[in-house]
Each structure stands twice: as structure tokens, then as C-alpha cells.
């Protein structure tokens, strides 16, 4: 605690530097919407930055921004779908794999990296940024911030770092016009969600709340080519062995989902963003090599990414590999409200910028959320 004293002293003098304007924070001439949250750890931001992907591409030019979190390399880039995960990160190659027509770059100076992407050729540069994982990137002010905080590590019942997970004062959620409360149980009691709501009152004072639950799509090959007849999820016994694989924040969801189907499970759980090392692939390989010929490995999908680039992968595990894609969904039918105020803040923000270039009118960008 007396760390996390210190810590907090540090921090809300950096905030305070932003308000007084003593450091700076720029605007940029198009919608820059932040996806973030106050805590260390997966709050599902990569699945929700995918949401607002799915939300938005069919009518804008979509560029995502983050800074490629345990990358070998520095400054900005623009991902294609060739780099692996110590090129650009796995979440980048993620969101490029799954979204090809996407602008996906990384770099860990969000303001040098929006101006990179503006300075494109006219038919190429984006309609629209999200930045992901940016909420203590200060020197850019988004038109738009959602900040997620996780059911099951929910903000206010947290403490800073390195006592807790809080990367900065639950006063941080001030700073976000929206805010979701993710990887709640899809059926989350009336009372319990009455408790949260009272509990984040003071945090969501003219500010929208939402409740999200993680989904599981079907799950795929990881080497689709090696695989000479596909298996779903729902086709895997009770008595089926698998080797499961986690390397993210919490691996519990994607536990106890695959647990569902088969119980005869051998976990192998990573720190999040792990990269593995030849000593870890012949370890579970150990496992695998005693495990009948219909047994599977199922990983997650940030570590489909990461094993996927490994060249000293086992061959006799490609056949028989496959990872499960996330998604979330509202609660409580609110997911058409959020997906029209989304829309609804992007155009009102893209028809202000060109109303500016002719009049120079005052912009808030609250107003988009009314």
C-alpha cells in the first residue's frame, strides 16, 4: 500500500498537468474514438475494439492505433498481414487477420501515430481512428471514450497498483462518455445490476452505461489446410482428452467454456501476451504426444497469433489445432442504442469538422452523445 500511496501521488499529478494544460493534448480534425479502461489486465478491449470495426466499416475507412504491446520493433507501422506478433503484436495481427481491409498500425506515440495516418494520400487516409488501450495516452483527446471495466474486477472495488490492478483513480472514469461493464454473466440478476449501477453512480453522471457479456464463435483450425475434416465444438465428447492453451489476462471464460464439452482437460495457463519459448512447446508436447489420435489443443485466439509464428511448431500438432474467436454482446437490449449512438457520434463529429473548415464553429463533442 504505501507503493500504491506513491504511485497514486505520481499519477494524479500527471492528470493534473493535463487539466492546467501544462502538458499538452491534441485534437485531431476527424472522429478518434478511445477504447481503454483504468486497470492493468483484459477487460476484452481488443474484442470490443473489433465490435466497433464491425459497427463502422461497411460506411467509413477504418484505422486502428495502439501501441503493439510487446513488439521487437519501434515506431510506427502499418501492419500487413505477414507480420507476426514480434513484428507489430498479437493483438494487431489479430484485428489485421481478421479484418484484411482495415488500416492496422501500431506505434507506441499515439499523436505521432494519428498524424502518420492523416499525412496518407487523400483515397487512403482513414474517416475514422479507434485507438485501443489509450485512455492514460493523454496527448490525444478523442472525440469519443469508452472505458471498460470488468465484471469480475470491477473498478470501484479495486485499489491502485501495485496493491491492485488500478492503473490510475477510479476519478479516471470521468474522463470517458461511455462506460461498459464487460464479461458479465449473460444472466446477470436485476439485483446484482442494480447494485453496480448505484455503486458507479457518481462515475456515470451524464455518462452511459452498458453491460456487455463475453460470446464464443465456433472454433477453426489454426492450419486449415492440414485439417482433412473440420471439428466443431459442439461435436467434442464428454470424454474427449484436450490440451487447452491460455495466454491472456483471464483465462478463466475460455476455461470453463471448452470444460462444458469435455471433461478431461489438461491446462496449460501463461502470463497474458506470453511468448513462448521452444522449452514451453516441448513440454506440452509431451502431454500432446500421449494424448489418443482424436485429442485436440484449443487455444485462445491472441495465442493462435503467437503460435502461429513459431517455426519449430510440431508438425504432428497443425492438424489438430485450433483456437476459439471472442465477441461480446449487450445486455438488456442495448445493443441497437449503443450501435446508433456509435454511428450517430461519428457522423455528427465528420459533418462538424467540414462545417469548421468553413465557418470555424466552437465543437463539443459531448453533444454527438445527446
Known sequence: MPFSWIYRAIV?????????????????????????????????KTPFTEYLIEILKENYRI?????????????FLIVNERHTPIEAGDEACQIKQKFPEVIVSVDEN??????????MAENEKPDVVILDDAMQHRYVSPSLTIMLTERSNICYEDTLLPAGNLREPVSGAYR????VVTKCSPSLKPEERRSIEKNMT????????????LKYYEMKALF???????????EIT?????????????PQPFMEKIK???????????PDHYSFKRSDIQRMDKIFQKMPANGKIICTEKDAMRLKSIGSLPESWKPRLYFLPTGIDFLYDKERDFRERIVKHVCFTINNIRKEKCQKPKYQHSESLD
Do not use: H, Q
Open 176 to 179: 470517458s462518455d461511455m462506460i
Open 260 to 270: 462444458k464439452y469435455s471433461n478431461r482437460v489438461t491446462e496449460f495457463i501463461f
Open 224 to 234: 486449415p489446410d492440414k485439417v482433412s475434416s473440420p471439428c466443431r465444438l459442439s
Open 110 to 119: 499515439r499523436r505521432r501515430g494519428i498524424k502518420k495516418l492523416l499525412s
Open 12 to 44: 494524479r499529478l500527471r492528470n493534473m498537468l493535463f487539466e492546467w494544460k501544462i502538458l499538452p493534448s491534441e485534437r485531431f480534425p476527424l472522429p478518434v474514438i478511445c477504447v481503454g479502461n483504468i486497470a492493468a489486465g483484459g477487460a476484452g
Open 63 to 75: 484505422a486502428t492505433l495502439s501501441r503493439g504491446y510487446k513488439r521487437k520493433t519501434k515506431g
Open 202 to 213: 457518481p462515475m456515470t453522471t451524464n455518462r452511459l452505461l452498458y453491460f456487455s457479456t
Open 238 to 250: 464428454v470424454d474427449e482428452e484436450l490440451l487447452l492453451i491460455a495466454g491472456i489476462a483471464n
